[in-house]
Every structure is written in C-alpha cells, then in structure tokens.
T-cell receptor, first 114, second 118 residues
Framework: AQSVTQLDSHVSVSEGTPVLLRCNYSSSYSPSLFWYVQHPNKGLQLLLKYTSAATLVKGINGFEAEFKKSETSFHLTKPSAHMSDAAEYFCVVSDTSGTYKYIFGTGTRLKVLA | DGGITQSPKYLFRKEGQNVTLSCEQNLNHDAMYWYRQDPGQGLRLIYYSQIVNDFQKGDIAEGYSVSREKKESFPLTVTSAQKNPTAFYLC?????????????????FGAGTRLSVL
C-alpha cells in the first residue's frame, strides 16, 4: 500500500531564511507526487507536481522539490521565506497502481516570523 | 473565470437533520470528489464520481450521500446517521477520473465548507 509521511507537523522560520518541509513516501510503483498549500479556511492550491519527468520540480511562488528515489523523499524547499508563505502544506502521493487516488500526508504548518 | 464553487461557506446542523453542501464546477472536468478534513489529519475521501450518473464510495462514506445528475454539480448530503459531522469539507475535480493517468488526474479544489453542529 502507498503512504506518505510528513516528518514535521510545525515548522517556524524567519522571513528571508530558507524553508525545508520534509516528505517521505512509500510506494510499490513509480509514484506521482504533489505538494499543495492551504491558507486558513481556504481550499488547496497545487504548488508543484512530479510525474516521472525531471527529478527537480519547480513550482509556483519560488518553491521547488526534488524527487529522490533512493531516499523515498520529496522534500519541498524555498530559498527565502516570505510572510505570505505562512500556511499549511500537504504532500500527496497518487496511487499509480491503477486508481490514481490521492493519499494525503497529515500536513505541515509553516510559520514565518518577522 | 473557471473554477470550483462551494456553498455555503459556513453551515450549521441541528440534531437529526440532513444538510446538503453544494459543489459546482465550470472547468468541464469529468471527475469530482468530496473530502473531509479534520484538524491534524490529512484529507480523507468520502465519495467520488468519474462520470455523470455514477459515483463510488471513498474511504469514509458512512453517513454521507451524493448525486451526480449534471456534469457541473456534485452535491454532498450529510445525513443524521453521521454522528460526528463537524469538519471542513472540500470538493475537488479533475479532467478525467481515476485510473486514466496521473497527469489527467491532477485535482483542483474549491474553497471549502465548514460544517458545525448546533
């Protein structure tokens, strides 16, 4: 069965410093992986996706993620945090065994300090 | 402006009452989904529909019902059988349904409905 683990439930960074949100996945198949962002009381917005093309994926708002098969990881990074990045971030693995159902991590809440 | 519209934004349910959450999309997507979000948990799939007049149970369908009479609309009813309905409910859609390839299954989300019990 496929699963995804977000290693930190909360992350705090100072504005202008790098962001690292960690995600590990478990999959018997070549996975598709996504990062979504959710601002308070809002829906989820797609940040970026990995679907077996380049392993370094660039997304919106300066975020990027690197697919590392050997480490079964798909960590989200940003060189310099902005106050508007404060939100909850979800790592998602798509079940590529046939149904392509989304399997969500439990989320990481990012706090950006002024 | 294309997107997914959920209404109402806030909803209150009385004991023993059924309530219906609306989800409308104008993206011409075939597939639609309902998720439940509880604090500290990821999203859990309630129901999904890959085509008009067809839908399947997700992981937590008990106490919920849906219909898909039009491509654009996928309403969710929270019935009185759902004993713990307080949650944030999110609707999503994708170009194609499950099993048709990851690229066509990217899901786009509405802004959500927060349901509370009176």
């Amino acid at each position: 069965a496929q699963s995804v683990t977000q290693l930190d439930s909360h992350v705090s960074v100072s504005e202008g410093t790098p962001v690292l949100l960690r995600c590990n996945y478990s999959s018997s198949y070549s996975p598709s992986l996504f990062w979504y962002v959710q601002h308070p009381n809002k829906g989820l917005q797609l940040l970026l996706k990995y679907t077996s093309a380049a392993t370094l994926v660039k997304g919106i708002n300066g975020f990027e993620a690197e697919f590392k098969k050997s480490e079964t990881s798909f960590h989200l990074t940003k060189p310099s945090a902005h106050m508007s990045d404060a939100a909850e971030y979800f790592c998602v693995v798509s079940d590529t065994s046939g149904t392509y159902k989304y399997i969500f991590g439990t989320g990481t809440r990012l706090k950006v300090l002024a | 402006d294309g997107g997914i519209t959920q209404s109402p934004k806030y909803l209150f349910r009385k004991e023993g009452q059924n309530v219906t959450l609306s989800c409308e999309q104008n993206l011409n997507h075939d597939a639609m989904y309902w998720y439940r979000q509880d604090p500290g948990q990821g999203l859990r799939l309630i129901y999904y529909s890959q085509i008009v007049n067809d839908f399947q149970k997700g992981d937590i369908a008990e106490g919920y019902s849906v219909s898909r009479e039009k491509k654009e609309s996928f309403p969710l009813t929270v019935t009185s059988a759902q004993k713990n309905p307080t949650a944030f409910y999110l609707c999503a859609s994708s170009i194609r349904g499950l099993g048709t390839g990851a690229a066509k299954n990217i899901q786009y989300f509405g802004a959500g409905t927060r349901l509370s019990v009176l």
